[in-house]
């Protein structure tokens, strides 16, 4: 994954967060700009569903503004982060699962022109056709994650999209870097089986792609 | 080489996350272990189709924290939920007073009421019967009531025996005439059926008879007329033979007069050579 300005900005971030950790409402402010989007599509890939990842994402920086004087060392402040997520997003599935109503953002529109996928789009430059492609595949392979367990699902986010560390991980989740490395290699084991399952090998992706 | 990494070195090693040395000793092992190394790099490649999977993007909503919020004392929950009761408590007690409620607990008996009227005492009721005479009284109207439930039982005792003896002798009258009549009438009836019983039969022995005999007649004249018939039969093949013999013994005659005649021409045609050859 090629590291974007944000990503940078998102390293060398301590200062911010100190500042933020002292009551910096500006500070505060630019670290859910740097942070959002991260929050976002981890949350979006625990679920797959647009508004669960809003509503996770915003709680989690409610409760990043309310809770960040209490954050010890600002190293910590990407797990804390992270933890402070999962737990909403464990949260919601809680709430989802004891409430199976049916959401009508699930039933999306048809792949005809009028579809949002088209406006999801943002590398507008590129080939409309193949940026489609892509978004399936993405929409696949995002399901495919959906048949994992939570568990295994949320380590496999944290190090495959978010790029954590495995310590990063245990310290997020608060359980054993070995655990966390089992689950993950069972994780991807699962996935591989998933994607036999599904057909979707090297070859279908290159065709795709 | 006894060393066998777990899942998890496979896994630090599949993400770059082993120190130097860890590295090449698994390194080492996947070298040496080529199935091994083929899993892992089937892990390596699901791992390169997940990364086709595209960020959304999204722009951060403005998010508002007021910090400075205080909670007033009248605006703590706890006050509100004190106040709720003590106020429900002081209706409670107002109505009470303007009503007049008055609640009394005496002797197990609760009582409410209202406009401060006093519920007049019930006047005790004096007893006019003593225990004893009451007891008198059960025990004198027992005693009626057991001599009256005797004299009634031994009535009704007799009454029933009279009349079940009468009842009896009755019915043994009564069996006693169905009896009878019963037995004359099987007499007669067994007589009848018998002499019924002998005509019939006698009738089915004539019938059997009469058709028998005719029976009879019709298969001795059958019988008789096919013996005449075969007799004529066979006289009439006796016959034929007779003729066949006849026809066969004139035949023969005939053939040996033929012959006969034959041998004497030729005998009378042959002499003189004959007698020539035998003179000399």
């Not at chain 1, 193949?130 to 399936?136: D, K, N, P, W």
């Not at chain 2, 996947?30 to 189709?49: D, F, H, R």
């Amino acid at each position: 994954m090629a590291e974007t300005l944000l990503d940078i900005a998102m390293m060398h971030s301590d200062s911010l967060i100190a500042r933020a950790r002292e009551g910096d409402k500006n500070a505060q402010g630019k670290l859910v700009q740097l942070w959002y989007k991260r929050i976002y599509n981890f949350s979006y890939k625990f679920f797959f569903d647009h508004d669960l990842a809003m509503e996770v994402s915003q709680k989690t920086f409610i409760s990043m503004h309310k809770n960040i004087a209490r954050l010890q060392e600002v190293t910590r402040f990407k797990s804390w982060l992270y933890t402070i997520a999962v737990n909403y997003c464990r949260e919601e599935a809680r709430k989802k699962k004891n409430n199976r109503a049916l959401s009508l953002d699930n039933m999306r529109p048809g792949e005809s022109e009028e579809s949002y996928r088209w406006e999801e789009s943002h590398h507008r430059r590129e080939n409309p056709e193949r940026q489609l492609r892509h978004s399936e595949l993405s929409d696949i392979l995002q399901k495919c994650l959906m048949e994992l367990s939570a568990e295994q699902r949320e380590v496999v986010i944290m190090k495959e999209y978010e790029g954590l560390k495995f310590r990063e991980i245990a310290e997020t989740l608060n359980i054993s870097e070995n655990t966390v490395k089992s689950r993950m290699y069972y994780g991807l084991e699962g996935l591989k089986k998933i994607l036999e399952e599904k057909k979707i090998t090297k070859e279908t992706i290159g065709y795709e792609l | 080489m006894n060393y066998k990494p777990d899942e998890g070195a496979l896994i630090s090693y599949l993400y770059g996350e082993l120190s130097a040395a860890e590295a090449s000793k698994v390194h080492a092992y996947l070298e040496a272990n080529p199935e091994e190394l083929k899993k892992l790099q089937s892990l390596g490649y699901t791992k390169n189709v997940l990364a086709q999977v595209q960020d959304k993007e999204v722009i951060a909503p403005p998010i508002f924290m007021d910090d400075t919020k205080v909670v007033s004392f009248w605006q703590n929950s706890y006050f509100k939920t004190v106040m709720s009761i003590a106020a429900s408590l002081l209706f409670i007690m107002v109505a009470g007073k303007l009503l007049g409620t008055e609640i009394n607990y005496t002797e197990g008996e609760l009582k409410i009421s209202f406009s401060g009227k006093k519920e007049q005492p019930t006047p005790l009721i004096q007893p006019s019967l003593t225990e004893e005479k009451v007891q008198e009284m059960i025990q004198s109207s027992l005693a009626n009531n057991n001599e009256v439930i005797t004299t009634n039982w031994t009535e009704d005792q007799k009454r029933l025996s009279q009349s079940i003896s009468y009842n009896l002798a009755q019915n043994s009258k009564k069996i006693d005439a169905l009896m009878k009549t019963a037995s004359d009438a099987s007499q007669e009836q067994v007589r009848g059926f018998v002499a019924s019983l002998q005509n019939d039969n006698l009738k089915l022995m004539k019938d059997y008879f009469q058709l028998s005999a005719a029976d009879q007649k019709k298969y001795t004249e059958g019988l008789l007329v096919d013996f005449s018939e075969y007799l004529k039969e066979q006289r009439r093949q006796d016959l034929m033979m007779l003729q066949t013999r006849v026809t066969s013994i004139e035949k023969n005659t005939d053939q040996f007069k033929q012959e006969t005649e034959q041998i004497l021409a030729s005998i009378i045609s042959s002499p003189v050579s004959k007698i020539n050859k035998n003179s000399y």
